[in-house]
């Protein structure tokens, strides 16, 4: 396999990988890498290609053109080694209502061939998402959340290395959202490689790194920072005074090393763009003890990444609504 920047071996990669359903493009030209032992997140909004190119990594659909390599293999011809090594949690629930929690993550179980110790496994995947406790519930008994984390344990069940999890957090409140974060980094922790697609554009903030999909196209590959950085030209720093900024200032406030640009929020509120904020930050301080400005706050602001997203596509002139 090869290697990404990061020295780690790549998990996945794609080459020019497409995919057509009469005559429509679903999936369009896509090269990307998963380095070993990280997030992957793959945002877009529904529609823009994302389950299709999971199925198209899963051997599910065989590429139109283009190819990938995923565990070394070709996914179209996954040895029983790899596939046993693979988790797919689908974006549509498969659990069966009139089986208990137990009864259903054991049949899962079941089908990747776990030998018959496999009941200390099954009920360390249920501990993981905190549903050991509801196992003998039959799952139309339990809430739609639930279920979701009985879907997560049930590709957890086999202790696969590498996990493409579709949509997960569709459908969840957002408390439960980020649990389901918290559980994604724990498995990272571990040592596993997650694929994980949301049309939740803030999610981006948990991966290591982000791919941004529209209408089947790839925008972006960087990690969060290098997303905000593409978007906005630089880290953002937030002076406030405490009472208002004079514009006779900005001419020495645009000379302060490192300042890139600044943008007014309201009177009293600057939005500077800088080229690192923890460097620039102490210099800000300085600059206003010599022009006798007094500062309420000096701190890095970290745009949310929906703004991003949406800078991001403007960027390709593409419409935010699309």
């Avoid at 020019?16 to 997030?39: C, H, M, R, Y």
């Avoid at 099954?122 to 039959?138: I, P």
């Avoid at 498995?187 to 803030?202: A, F, I, K, S």
């Avoid at 790194?209 to 937030?238: I, N």
């Amino acid at each position: 396999m090869a290697r990404s920047t990061n020295g780690n071996p790549d998990i996945v990669e794609t080459r020019n990988l497409t995919k057509e359903f009469s005559g429509d493009v679903a999936v369009n030209n896509l090269s990307f890498q998963v380095p070993a032992g990280q997030i992957f997140g793959l945002i877009g909004p529904s529609g823009c290609g994302k389950t299709t190119t999971v199925r198209l990594l899963t051997g599910v659909y065989r590429p139109t053109s283009g190819g990938s390599r995923v565990l070394g293999e070709d996914p179209q011809r996954f040895s029983q080694t790899a596939r046993s090594r693979i988790g797919y949690m689908l974006q549509h629930s498969v659990l069966y209502p009139d089986l208990t929690v137990w009864e259903n993550i054991n049949f899962a179980s079941a089908i990747y061939g776990i030998g018959p110790r496999r009941g200390k496994q099954l009920r360390r995947a249920l501990e993981f998402v905190e549903l050991d406790e509801h196992r003998h519930k039959a799952v139309n008994n339990i809430s739609g959340g639930m279920k979701r984390r009985l879907s997560l344990a049930a590709t957890l069940a086999h202790d696969p290395a590498l996990l493409f999890l579709d949509e997960p957090t569709a459908g969840v409140d957002p408390v439960l959202r980020r649990k389901f974060w918290d559980h994604f980094a724990r498995l990272r922790d571990e040592g596993r490689t997650l694929l994980v697609t949301t049309q939740y554009v803030g999610e981006a903030a948990y991966c290591d790194l982000v791919a941004v999909m529209q209408d089947g196209r790839l925008l972006f590959v960087d990690t969060p920072s290098g997303l905000r950085l593409q978007t906005y030209g630089g880290e953002l720093v937030d002076l406030r005074a405490t009472s208002y900024f004079d514009p006779a200032v900005f001419d020495s406030l645009v000379a302060v090393e490192g300042v890139r640009d600044i943008r007014r929020v309201d009177p009293s509120h600057l939005r500077l763009v800088v080229e690192d904020a923890g460097t620039v930050m102490p210099r800000l301080i300085e600059w206003s003890q010599a022009q006798g400005v007094g500062i309420q706050s000096v701190e890095e602001y970290q745009p949310p990444f929906d703004d991003v997203f949406v800078h991001l596509i403007e960027q390709q002139g593409i419409p935010a609504d699309a």
